[in-house]
């Protein structure tokens, strides 16, 4: 079973850095399923737009809701966020790991990803995600001393994927 995370500091950071991951892993000729996170800054925002990829190819779903620059709190949209999971599930199957842009406040109360995480670890099949510092004790709960910090190095990540147990193909030419 191997549950491995990263836990970057600075706004995006983590999610910037699976991206990469995912992109090296995928030029590998990796099969991912899972979740990265793309941030999309607007002029006329304080708050960015979230978009992620359901991996391996797509869609890209827009996650974040547009409640004004006054609102305060959580802007995930639980709809969306639950269309990601269906996708996640369809692409599970053939998939050589699972990687999830982020452990936060739906998985820590066992809702969005989390059942897909469990899934994945007891099938054997090592995940990959990415958590804040205001979701670590929740995740390490979750995680229950299995779970493995990873440095913010791509290529020992990658490297962490592939003694995990991921199998790497040849790219497709």
Same mark, same amino acid.
């Given at each position: 079973m191997s549950l491995g995370y990263v836990s970057l500091? !600075?706004? !995006?950071?983590n999610d910037r850095f699976l991206a990469q991951v995912a992109a090296r892993l995928q030029d590998r000729g990796l099969k991912l399923a899972g979740t990265v996170q793309t941030n999309i800054e607007r002029a006329d925002r304080t708050k960015c737009d979230m978009d992620i990829v359901v991996l391996p190819d797509g869609p890209v779903l827009r996650i974040s809701e547009?409640?004004?620059?006054?609102?305060r709190g959580c802007r995930l949209d639980a709809g969306v966020l639950e269309q990601a999971v269906a996708g996640v599930s369809r692409a599970m199957p053939g998939?050589? /790991?699972?990687?999830?842009? %982020?452990?936060? %406040?739906q998985e820590a109360e066992g809702? !969005?990803?989390?059942?897909?995480?469990?899934? =994945? /670890?007891?099938r054997n099949?090592?995940? /990959?995600? !990415?958590?804040?510092g205001l979701n670590l004790p929740a995740f390490q709960t979750f995680a229950g001393g299995l779970?493995?910090? /990873? =440095? =913010?190095?791509?290529?020992?990540?990658?490297?962490?994927?592939?003694? =995990?147990g991921c199998h790497l193909h040849e790219p497709a030419r």
């Open positions: 500091p !600075g706004r !995006g950071a547009d409640r004004g620059n006054l609102a998939a050589d /790991l699972l990687i999830v842009n %982020k452990f936060g %406040k809702r !969005g990803m989390a059942p897909l995480i469990a899934e =994945a /670890l007891e099949l090592p995940v /990959l995600l !990415g958590v804040n779970e493995t910090a /990873l =440095a =913010a190095d791509i290529d020992q990540v990658v490297e962490w994927c592939v003694s =995990a």
